[in-house]
């Protein structure tokens, strides 16, 4: 399953290999302490094997994700980046503005007031773009000043001499058709950026049985599903506060969990290893409750299940081939992780260990690349975590 991720996206399969690694280096070193914490913690070597199959198969759902949406690195790509459609439509009006100035030269106008008008249109043209440009690069936060001005620069116009109805999809086709029946009269004026009706993408045939209260879930989801399966809208993609997913993207990848929850609970696996999709498919779970796709609680989540999510968050954040996000140092990877076990992400004292543990130098060395192993101060890190633990998981491996 690993390498059929690999073949689909390098950087998956990667990954999918080194999350397991990592979760057995951890599982492994608690097993060898005889005191401390987890001294009690062990797996019997069916428990362990069982461990073993459920972390390399932890993201196997992912052989369902668009590669599109995963590797999503602007907000406008959806198999290719939109940018440059914009950009054309910004063409189209540097070029306006050049003709309204021979225009008006032809009807014996003054030229350089003209000239004028027309620098002055042009280079608040060049502005908006790198604007535009620059919002759909995707970041930590988008203020609302920035939202209100790219709606302002939507509101300019362009003129559509071609048929839009054309050459195109049976599926875009009938967007395009309910949106409206008849195409309007050619030319027609068109924002410079839009939210169309006919970007708004339905969910076909069944919804996906994610929700709590949909009969045909049958394992117990509890996740809130988009109205729609895509929104292709320009503002709605270039509005994104932080990063580059839309709500509907979101849950595309996250989808991925359900369909691996889905498929490893449709193999019939012996009885000493009947945990193997729930240690698969807990790990974006939270102790507070607010993960997915099932909202289990602290008192739900096994050490087990508590390795596998630290496991794949250290690995998510220091992996450097990811094509949406630069990798962290191992400082900055800590400290995060800290702050996510303040806010009830992740397990306080099996961060704890794991960070006086030096399992993360260790994994760094192999796997890092030497600009992102800096000096980790493991006091300040701990200093940052909460007191005590959140409903304490039995230290079995079960």
């Not at 461990?51 to 668009?66: I, Y």
């Not at 045939?205 to 117990?220: C, Q």
Request: charged residues 25%; aromatic residues 8%; contains cysteine.
């Amino acid at each position: 399953m690993a390498d059929a991720i690999d073949a689909k996206s390098p950087y998956t399969g990667g990954h999918c290999e080194r999350v397991p690694q990592l979760a057995t280096l951890l599982a492994d070193r608690m097993m060898a302490d005889t005191s401390g914490p987890y001294a009690s913690f062990s797996m019997t070597a069916d428990e362990r094997y069982e461990f073993h199959l459920g972390a390399w198969l932890h993201d196997c759902g992912k052989v369902t994700s668009p590669e599109h949406i995963v590797d999503k690195a602007t907000k406008l790509e959806t198999i290719y980046n939109r940018l440059h459609e914009i950009r054309m439509r910004f063409e189209v009006l540097w070029r306006d503005a050049e003709i309204e100035h021979l225009q008006r030269l032809a009807r014996g106008e003054a030229a350089e007031p003209s000239k004028r008008l027309r620098d002055e249109r042009q280079r608040g043209l060049q502005d908006d773009f790198a604007f535009i440009a620059q919002c759909n690069i995707g970041g930590e936060f988008m203020a609302d000043d920035a939202i209100e001005r790219l709606h302002g620069i939507g509101r300019q116009t362009w003129l559509r001499h071609f048929d839009n109805r054309i050459g195109v999809s049976a599926e875009e086709l009938e967007r395009l058709r309910h949106t409206a029946p008849e195409a309007p009269p050619l030319p027609v004026a068109e924002p410079l950026l839009a939210d169309r009706a006919e970007h708004l993408v339905p969910w076909t045939g069944p919804r996906p049985p994610v929700e709590k209260h949909d009969p045909a879930n049958r394992y117990g989801f509890d996740m809130v599903l988009p109205a729609h399966k895509q929104h292709l809208g320009e503002l709605h993609n270039l509005s994104i506060r932080r990063g580059t997913l839309t709500d509907e993207d979101r849950f595309r990848i996250n989808d991925h969990i359900v369909q691996t929850y889905i498929m490893l609970k449709g193999l019939p696996w012996p009885r000493h290893l009947a945990r193997v999709p729930e240690i698969a498919a807990t790990h974006h779970e939270k102790l507070n409750g607010q993960g997915y796709p099932r909202r289990l609680a602290a008192p739900q989540l096994t050490v087990v299940d508590r390795i596998m999510a630290l496991a794949d968050i250290f690995e998510a954040l220091t992996a450097g081939d990811r094509p949406y996000k630069a990798a962290k140092t191992l400082s900055e990877s800590l400290r995060i992780m800290a702050f996510m076990c303040k806010d009830q992400h992740l397990d306080t004292d099996l961060f704890r260990y794991f960070l006086r543990s030096g399992v993360w130098r260790d994994f760094a060395q192999r796997h890092m690349q030497p600009a992102q192993i800096d000096a980790v101060d493991i006091a300040a890190i701990e200093r940052l975590l909460p007191e005590g633990s959140i409903a304490r998981a039995s230290v079995t491996g079960a």
